[in-house]
């Protein structure tokens, strides 16, 4: 595996790998110095020609737990154009000699773009409307926590279909997993086609709340949507908005879930958001391990093999926090 860029490029097997790998790291997470020296001597270049607060510190946090050196390029949006200037911004990057670009564009398909442009790993962390792989992981790691596997599991998306990366993403993961997905929105906000999808599509949030395993809620992105593709805010709540009164009808064991940033009172209201079943938080904490388990596979010593089984038992020397010392890594240490 040399780039991640979309959940297509990883197997069900690949996908699974992945996320025992990110159990393995979490442990590290938990220990009083989280950090181990798998990453040495490699850097990351943060690449966000795109806002991000979440995904680009749980990056800059994974990659520092692996002890790699981060340097955080930022590009406001502004100032960034596609074609040449995208190009020559990674070419003098890749002139550096780094090991990984992590990248989220506005443009659907600017990752790919950057694999030609550099020898580096690449990154997406979230392109356009097109992918955002390690969402999909971490939203997989949690419900596999949650609820011991997707295998089976009926988990409902609902919102702004179209424009999200996030549940082209989820869609793509879940379904390989095993999972069965319905999709749930107005009909402007869903794809006009969605028989390769794998899903099951409703226009009916009632119908399917009381059903699903997992209420998957997509923000609203106010942002990208441009012309008004639904009446009114207020509407989209009554009709799409996860309130009080359908929380209720929810299983008791459901899992509520949101990629974040929430728009409280949108598509979730604010005690729902705070709810006993809601595991957003599990998300976000989630994605530093996840991460940490996408920078090892692509930048860590060889393909990853067995030995990940036994991290837990293994005593690994935490980095010490300020001289290195200069023991080389041992081939498969994480
Ligand atoms: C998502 C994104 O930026 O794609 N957020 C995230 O990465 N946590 C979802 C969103 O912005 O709605």
């Given at each position: 595996m040399r780039h991640l860029l979309s959940i297509a490029d990883l197997s069900a097997d690949e996908l699974v790998e992945l996320l025992d790998l990110a159990e393995s790291f979490d442990e590290i997470q938990?220990?009083?110095?989280?950090?181990?020296?798998?990453?040495?001597?490699k850097t990351v270049v943060m690449a966000f020609f795109e806002d991000s607060t979440r995904t680009r510190t749980s990056f800059d946090l994974a990659a520092r737990r692996l002890s790699a050196d981060v340097v955080n390029f930022s590009v406001s949006s502004s100032s960034t154009k596609k074609g040449e200037s995208l190009r020559d911004t990674v070419e003098t990057i890749d002139a550096m000699g780094v090991q990984a670009i992590v990248v989220r564009h506005s443009s659907s398909g600017a990752p790919r773009q950057i694999c030609e442009w550099t020898r580096a790993s690449v990154v997406n962390a979230g392109d356009g409307w097109h992918q955002h792989p390690t969402q999909a992981l971490l939203d997989c790691f949690t419900i596999r926590r949650r609820l011991?596997?997707?295998?089976g599991r009926h988990i409902a998306i609902c919102g702004?279909?179209?424009?999200?990366r996030v549940a082209r993403s989820d869609v793509d993961a879940f379904v390989k997993l095993g999972a069965r997905v319905t999709l749930v929105g107005p009909r402007t906000l869903?794809?006009?086609?969605?028989?390769?999808?794998?899903v099951d599509v409703s226009h009916d949030l009632d119908e399917v709340v009381s059903e699903v395993d997992v209420m998957y809620l997509l923000r609203i992105q106010q942002e990208r949507l441009?012309?008004?593709?639904?009446?009114s805010i207020r509407e989209y709540r009554t009709r799409w908005g996860l309130t009080v009164d359908r929380a209720r009808r929810l299983q008791p064991e459901a899992l509520i879930m949101h990629p974040g940033p929430m728009n409280r009172g949108v598509e979730i209201d604010p005690e729902v958001a705070d709810d006993?079943?809601?595991v957003v938080l599990d998300q976000v904490a989630a994605g530093v391990p996840i991460r940490m388990a996408v920078l090892y596979r692509l930048m860590g010593p060889g393909q990853f093999d067995d030995n990940r089984a036994t991290v837990g038992d293994v005593e690994l020397a935490p980095a010490s926090g300020h001289e290195p010392d200069n023991k080389p890594l041992a081939q498969g240490v994480i």
């Open positions: 938990h220990r009083s110095i989280p950090k181990v020296p798998a990453l040495r001597g011991g596997g997707l295998q702004d279909i179209n424009h999200s869903l794809p006009d086609r969605w028989d390769d999808w794998g441009g012309d008004a593709l639904f009446p006993g079943r809601s």
